[in-house]
């Protein structure tokens, strides 16, 4: 039944410039962020990975909050998208051209966290602009979103089958794929223009007025669990490819692409698991497979690592877009952009900073250990995900036990 329904979602043109969008946009971030690590070492520039990564986070504080606010209140968010396309596509080829002249790390760390700035809010406010399209109905949610997924796994393909696994070249083919994003949203309806508020105060400007979701006790528990996700699977991206190299594998790019292949099987699966299953046991799911992922990587065998890859689909897909649909659900219309914005500032700014900064400590740690350091890497971060577990199955609730089937519904 739910492969009938994913068809009967595949074959609505209605969805099909939705589902153009998040193949382009999963394409260009899976181009840069999966073979930044070893692009970077291949420059001599392996002192900068976690901050480099960590600079997505520092750009979450920033930039997402004050776009969604300009998009729940004052232009469409399909324009806000266009524009940040077209900055993200410059951005990413002028830190591609820093790391290939050697500028230096400062000018390259610059010149990637101007990049960041750009991009980090195209993810929630492309989010918002499908979710308006929905908006009677999360279930086509997750085969529109397997979309992203297929262009990240994509985009990965594309690299190594250029041999870009280590080269620049990967980030100046994310930025002509950033390009088509800009290009794309000329075929999507503007929707209301909005026209901005008077007598707004600088933080509602900003997005800040935001922070007032925080309020409600499970968006609270949601929110912080995906953020405190966000800690442990900072770990994954940068890390996984050198584990891979370490135990022989080459293309690893193309190797990480694994994880998005059963990630697309999670999305196609997730409208038929939420007809039958609370929210919070999908979402507690998410977070068994990441206990159990990392535990496989602590193995530090070759199977065991690819065991691993292959479950972070699930972990994903159960954890972070089933919070997404929360949101859509839950959450006020008027104010679904900051709230897909916050949780973006939360994810990608609280939670990926203390992430990259601090697992890349731990890893540092681990690696002063001759004796298996990848065993206790991995293990620690299990080890965090059970304790994750425990706080969410302790503290949220919701309300309900069936299906929710209309916004104002609650689970």
């Given at each position: 039944m739910w492969l009938g329904s994913v068809l009967k979602t595949f074959r609505r043109g209605e969805y099909a410039e939705l589902m153009g969008l998040y193949l382009?946009?999963?394409a260009a971030l899976g181009m840069w962020f999966v073979p930044l690590s070893t692009v970077l070492a291949a420059h001599g520039l392996s002192a900068l990975r976690s901050y480099a990564f960590a600079t997505s986070a520092v750009a979450a504080f920033v930039t997402p909050l004050f776009f969604g606010a300009v998009a729940d209140r004052h232009a469409s968010p399909v324009r806000v998208?266009?524009?940040l396309a077209l900055a993200t596509a410059v951005t990413m080829?002028?830190?591609?051209t820093a790391i290939w002249i050697g500028a230096g790390p400062g000018v390259v760390l610059a010149a990637i966290q101007l990049h960041a700035l750009c991009s980090a809010p195209t993810w929630s406010i492309a989010s918002t602009v499908v979710f308006a399209r929905i908006a009677n109905s999360p279930q086509p949610f997750?085969?529109?979103?397997?979309?992203?997924?297929?262009?990240?796994?994509?985009?990965?393909?594309?690299?190594?089958?250029?041999?870009?696994?280590?080269?620049?070249?990967?980030?100046?083919?994310?930025?002509?794929?950033w390009l088509a994003v800009a290009g794309i949203t000329f075929l999507l309806p503007l929707g209301a223009e909005m026209r901005g508020a008077e007598r707004l105060t600088?933080?509602?400007?900003?997005?800040?007025?935001?922070?007032?979701?925080?309020?409600?006790?499970?968006h609270r528990v949601v929110?912080?669990?995906?953020?405190?996700?966000?800690?442990?699977?900072?770990?994954f991206y940068p890390n996984a490819p050198l584990h891979l190299q370490a135990l022989g594998f080459e293309r690893t790019a193309a190797w990480m692409s694994l994880g998005q292949i059963t990630e697309v099987v999670a999305?196609?699966?997730?409208?038929?698991?939420m007809l039958r299953w609370r929210l919070k046991w999908i979402l507690a799911w998410g977070l068994i497979f990441g206990v159990v992922r990392f535990a496989l990587s602590a193995l530090d065998t070759p199977s065991?690592?690819?065991?691993?890859?292959?479950l972070h689909g699930g972990s994903y897909t159960l954890v972070w877009i089933t919070a997404q649909i929360y949101l859509n659900e839950r959450v006020d219309p008027a104010w679904r952009a900051r709230g897909q914005a916050l949780m973006s500032m939360l994810n990608g700014g609280v939670g990926n900073l203390a992430g990259y900064l601090s697992v890349g400590f731990w890893f540092t740690m681990c690696a002063s250990h001759r004796d298996r350091p990848w065993t206790m890497f991995w293990g620690g971060l299990s080890l965090a995900c059970a304790a994750l577990l425990l706080f969410f199955l302790a503290t949220y609730h919701g309300r309900g036990s069936g299906p929710r089937r209309n916004v104002g519904a609650t689970q």
């Open positions: 382009l946009q999963g998208l266009r524009w080829a002028l830190a591609s997750g085969p529109i979103r397997a979309m992203a997924t297929i262009g990240w796994l994509g985009g990965c393909l594309v690299v190594s089958a250029l041999g870009a696994d280590q080269s620049t070249l990967s980030g100046y083919a994310g930025a002509v794929v600088w933080a509602q400007r900003l997005g800040l007025d935001a922070l007032s979701l925080l309020r409600h006790r499970d929110f912080l669990t995906t953020a405190l996700a966000s800690i442990p699977l900072a770990g999305m196609l699966s997730l409208g038929a698991l065991g690592l690819v065991a691993s890859i292959l």
